[in-house]
């Protein structure tokens, strides 16, 4: 075997490795989320139910709907669970290439990456998740009455707090280049009028609907996100 190829190779066994461990990880979660996953389903659709007073009832369209709606929950659930664990095994990933004082602050990465996720589902879940579901509500007809798929709620509401979970991630994945020298804070600052394009691309790509009102819930916080990665690594590294 060429020499040159042993390092690649070594490198598709430890992403086997992390990828083993992270699902290994998100099933020991899943185990401990799907004895609450009634609950955890509740949680994710409890916005709507809140922002209308309770007056909207859920229904289910399919005998199984509820089933799988809570399955998908547990799996949610297992996967929040063992965030911690995912986030390490990435690190444990990346490690071996960076030099001894760069290993140090695997610590404060894993502890930084659950919180920054942590706090974009939290976000997602007690702001915009009301404010979307109030400006729908809102603005449909008195003469239609508000019955909802539990099924399709939840799957906008997961949707929609997982990406805030990632996208919070934005501020640590900015500090992370600053930090490895990969780009400079004078860069990340002269393209801003650029990031705020993408911004809004990125959301219309990967918001759940369509509609503008939450592409622009969602872009707005990736604009500032962005802004607070360049004010961390500048309060810490410069």
């Given at each position: 075997m060429d020499d040159s190829s042993y390092p690649f190779l070594k490198h598709l066994s430890d992403l086997r490795i992390a990828i083993i461990r992270s699902i290994y990880g998100i099933f020991a979660g899943l185990v401990i989320s799907f004895i609450?996953?009634?609950?955890?389903?509740k949680w994710f659709v409890s916005s709507l139910i809140k922002t209308s007073n309770n007056e909207i009832k859920l229904i289910a369209?399919?005998?199984?709907e509820y089933f799988f709606s809570e399955i998908r929950?547990?799996?949610?659930?297992?996967?929040?669970?063992?965030?911690?664990w995912i986030f390490y095994q990435i690190w444990l990933f990346v490690s071996p290439g960076l030099y001894k004082n760069e290993k140090r602050i695997a610590f404060y990465f894993v502890f930084s990456a659950v919180i920054f996720f942590i706090s974009g589902i939290i976000f997602a879940q007690c702001f915009i998740l009301p404010m979307v579901f109030n400006?729908?509500?809102?603005?449909?007809?008195?003469?239609?009455?508000?019955?909802?798929?539990?099924?399709?709620?939840?799957?906008?509401?997961?949707?929609?707090i997982l990406l805030f979970g990632i996208v919070f991630e934005i501020p640590l994945l900015i500090f992370l280049l600053i930090l490895f020298n990969i780009v400079t804070i004078e860069i990340l600052?002269?393209?801003?009028?650029?990031?705020?394009?993408?911004?809004f691309v990125l959301s219309a790509i990967l918001t759940p609907t369509p509609d503008p009102f939450t592409q622009t819930a969602m872009a707005i916080p990736m604009i500032l996100?962005?802004?607070?990665?360049i004010f961390i690594a500048r309060l810490f590294i410069l």
């Open positions: 609450f996953s009634d609950e955890i389903l369209l399919a005998p199984y929950a547990a799996l949610i659930g297992g996967i929040l669970i063992a965030s911690p400006f729908f509500v809102k603005n449909t007809p008195s003469y239609i009455e508000g019955r909802y798929s539990i099924g399709v709620l939840f799957s906008f509401s997961s949707n929609l600052k002269s393209i801003r009028r650029y990031i705020i394009v993408i911004a996100l962005y802004e607070l990665g």
